[in-house]
């Protein structure tokens, strides 16, 4: 099983809504990882989670909130957001986080925040 | 800091021809790898191929090769027989071997023609 699932496909919220993306692997894999992405703009790393614990924050805003429950588990959760937080959320997972492995990603998050 | 270029922002091809896409990248390390990734217009990012930049032997899956000049810093991606589920963009990745972020190029839309 090589694969990564989200859900929501499709999710719209207004700006004051909390809600959350949920992600899972069963690859046994111990990194996983939040992007976002434009239209016809390549992915951009938000967050990196290495053996359940937060190792790479890029710096994003705090109406952003990781969480890894388990090793196969990890959410997203969304706070007052901005209208320019619309795009698609994607979340990828990999063997290991050092070392060439590649991630598999799962099929995104449509977001539209209203 | 790595940067990936892909020149060529759009491609066509027209069925059961070739097509290269061009990468070029920018590093000071000797440890990494590189990736290619599709991203059909259902959104799902797949992995395309990889290549060690210690392996000088080109990577090759099926229909896709790649022409690794590590000297020039060019990684480009070959597609042979092109088919019409080939239609994606294409984003060409790097990432170190120290590390596990991938750091993408901007993508190249490629068009298959019947």
């Known amino acids: 099983d090589t694969e990564v699932t989200q859900t929501p496909k499709h999710l719209v919220m207004g700006m004051t809504n909390k809600k959350s993306l949920k992600c899972e692997q069963h690859?046994?894999?111990?990194?996983m990882y939040w992007y976002k992405q434009k239209a016809k703009k390549p992915p951009e790393l938000m967050f990196v989670?290495?053996?359940?614990?937060?190792?790479i924050n890029e710096s994003v805003p705090s109406r952003f909130s990781p969480e890894c429950p388990n090793s196969s588990l990890l959410n997203l959760h969304l706070h007052a957001l901005q209208p320019e937080d619309s795009a698609l959320y994607l979340c990828?997972?990999?063997?290991?986080?050092?070392?060439?492995?590649?991630?598999?990603f799962g099929p995104g998050t449509r977001l539209t925040v209203t | 800091a790595q940067t990936v270029t892909q020149s060529q922002p759009e491609m066509s091809v027209q069925e059961a021809e070739t097509v290269t896409l061009s990468c070029t990248y920018d590093?000071?390390?000797?440890?990494?790898?590189l990736f290619w990734y599709k991203q059909p217009p259902s959104r799902q990012m797949i992995l395309v191929i990889r290549?060690?930049?210690?392996?000088?032997q080109n990577a090759t899956e099926n229909r896709f090769s790649v022409n690794f000049q590590k000297a020039a810093k060019s990684f480009s991606l070959k597609i042979s027989d092109s088919q019409l589920g080939d239609a994606a963009m294409y984003f060409c990745?790097?990432?170190?071997?120290?590390?596990?972020?991938?750091?993408f190029g901007g993508g190249t839309r490629l068009m298959v023609k019947p």
């Open positions: 590093t000071s390390e000797s440890d990494y790898y």
């Open positions: 290549q060690e930049a210690y392996k000088q």
């Open positions: 990745a790097y990432r170190s071997g120290a590390g596990n972020m991938l750091t």
């Open positions: 690859m046994g894999h111990r990194a």
């Open positions: 989670y290495s053996y359940e614990k937060l190792s």
């Open positions: 990828a997972s990999s063997h290991q986080w050092t070392g060439g492995y590649e991630q598999y």
